[in-house]
């Protein structure tokens, strides 16, 4: 009679847990002014909107200015372990960064990639504590002149960046540290494409990337083979006036990107090549939203994308709600350990597990590093619990029937 009043009380307290939980998602500010990480104090983050990167392990790669007995600077570190930066010596340089640093990526290796300036000028492109690639430095028989600011790395380690082969030339090359990716200035179907930009890689090694269309004024959307999406394309009915932005591309290989609608409609769509996900204007969890913030996009492996929504008050002024796999997470105005959200920023990241990063400014002009952690359907707790209820049912039963051997045993001695 005890074991199934226990049973019942566990059963009661994973119910319990499962349904009352106030929302989705759990919100921890995971790094903010006065931590210290491996030593270096946090004194101060950007206020440019730098990226903030998560992987599927929970580790979070991001930028902020620091202190220690090495030095005082603008540095990259995880919420676990700072990198570079501050007087740090990298691979026997001293790398160093500025407010407007902002390109940032970390792999489900842990493995964390950033491009730095270089005491001898230009700048270097690292993984963790290597200097990968650098000025003068000559790949698939181009020497590299400058590096971007914007890499991307798979769990392979493979990285994908932006170099340029003229230091005052303003087009860009895409590179991986082994080959040329495509040419500044390659012409796709009569089209003469320049800047690439922004590179996302999978781990199939595929590469998207961003690029201004010579003398058209406008972005396309680019393979190194062909163009995934161009103004005057339609894209399930939809037709499309401009790229905004590219999320990025899966491991399944689904291209994930913004488009302007050229419908007379104010308002972005999140496409792939050959559907829409969501369009605003339109409804999210009950949330009549106006446009996407900034028009910027996170996505993971699921399809699950994140992104700022605009919502306008009573009053007209306009809010920034934080959405992921529909759902809200936290809006201007709400409040977290007791402070007041004064603005959510447009850089965010979110994982295979949907949990979601992301930056923001507080009433009283502090900066955080806000971790969104999903937290399980309450179906999937039930699941848990029942499973846990039939180990201890089996369990007990096992001892009881062991209990009765060993009575029977003893009356037969």
């Known amino acids: 009679m005890k074991s199934t009043s226990l049973l019942l009380?566990?059963?009661?307290?994973?119910?319990?847990?499962?349904?009352?939980?106030?929302?989705?998602?759990?919100?921890?500010?995971?790094?903010?002014v006065g931590d210290v990480i491996d030593g270096r104090t946090i004194?101060?983050?950007?206020?440019?909107?730098?990226?903030?990167?998560?992987?599927?392990?929970?580790?979070?790669?991001f930028y902020a200015k620091v202190s220690s007995p090495e030095g005082e600077g603008w540095s990259v570190m995880t919420q676990n372990r700072f990198i570079a930066g501050a007087g740090k010596l990298v691979d026997g340089r001293l790398p160093f960064f500025n407010d407007e640093d902002h390109g940032v990526a970390i792999n489900n290796l842990g493995q964390v990639t950033y491009s730095a300036f270089l005491p001898e000028g230009g700048r270097g492109l690292f993984v963790d504590e290597t200097l990968l690639v650098q000025p003068g430095d000559v790949i698939d028989g181009i020497t590299?002149?400058?590096?971007?600011?914007?890499?991307?790395?798979?769990?392979?380690?493979?990285?994908?960046?932006?170099?340029?082969?003229?230091?005052f030339v303003a087009g860009w090359s895409i590179?991986?540290?082994?080959?040329?990716?495509?040419?500044?200035?390659?012409?796709?179907?009569?089209?003469?494409?320049?800047s690439f930009q922004l590179p996302h890689?999978?781990?199939?090694?595929?590469?998207?990337?961003?690029?201004?269309?010579?003398?058209?004024?406008?972005?396309?959307?680019?393979?190194?083979?062909?163009?995934?999406?161009?103004?005057?394309?339609?894209?399930?009915g939809r037709p499309v006036a401009q790229i905004n932005d590219s999320a990025g591309i899966t491991d399944g290989g689904d291209v994930v990107f913004t488009i302007?609608?050229?419908?007379?409609?104010?308002?972005?769509?999140?496409?792939?090549?050959?559907?829409?996900?969501?369009?605003?204007?339109?409804?999210?969890?009950?949330?009549?939203?106006?446009?996407?913030?900034?028009?910027?996009?996170?996505?993971?492996?699921?399809?699950?994308?994140?992104?700022?929504?605009?919502?306008?008050?009573?009053?007209?002024?306009?809010?920034?709600?934080?959405?992921?796999?529909?759902?809200?997470?936290?809006?201007?105005?709400d409040v977290i350990d007791g402070k007041v959200i004064r603005r959510l920023r447009t850089n965010f990241d979110i994982n295979d597990h949907g949990d979601v990063v992301f930056r923001a400014e507080f009433e009283d002009l502090s900066r955080a590093v806000i971790l969104a952690r999903a937290i399980p359907e309450?179906?999937?707790?039930?699941?848990?619990?029942?499973?846990?209820?039939?180990?201890l049912c089996i369990g007990q039963r096992r001892l009881q029937r062991a209990a009765r051997h060993h009575v029977r045993h003893r009356e037969e001695v």
Request: net charge negative.
């Open 378 to 391: 309450p179906d999937s707790l039930m699941l848990a619990a029942l499973a846990l209820i039939a180990f």
């Open 9 to 32: 009380f566990v059963a009661a307290v994973f119910a319990f847990h499962g349904s009352a939980r106030a929302g989705p998602y759990s919100l921890e500010i995971v790094a903010e």
């Open 144 to 167: 590299l002149a400058r590096i971007g600011r914007n890499p991307a790395i798979n769990d392979h380690g493979t990285v994908a960046f932006q170099g340029g082969n003229a230091e």
């Open 260 to 333: 302007v609608r050229e419908d007379g409609k104010l308002g972005l769509s999140v496409v792939t090549e050959d559907r829409v996900l969501f369009e605003t204007p339109g409804e999210l969890d009950g949330i009549p939203l106006l446009s996407i913030w900034g028009g910027n996009v996170a996505i993971n492996n699921d399809l699950e994308f994140a992104f700022l929504g605009q919502f306008n008050r009573e009053d007209g002024t306009p809010q920034r709600i934080l959405f992921a796999d529909g759902e809200r997470i936290i809006a201007d105005g």
């Open 43 to 61: 004194i101060q983050f950007s206020r440019d909107p730098t990226m903030v990167r998560i992987n599927n392990d929970g580790e979070i790669a």
């Open 175 to 194: 590179f991986t540290q082994d080959r040329l990716v495509v040419e500044d200035g390659r012409v796709y179907d009569g089209h003469a494409m320049t």
């Open 201 to 236: 890689i999978n781990n199939a090694g595929e590469i998207v990337f961003r690029a201004a269309v010579t003398l058209v004024g406008t972005d396309a959307l680019l393979a190194p083979d062909r163009i995934i999406a161009i103004a005057g394309d339609t894209i399930h």
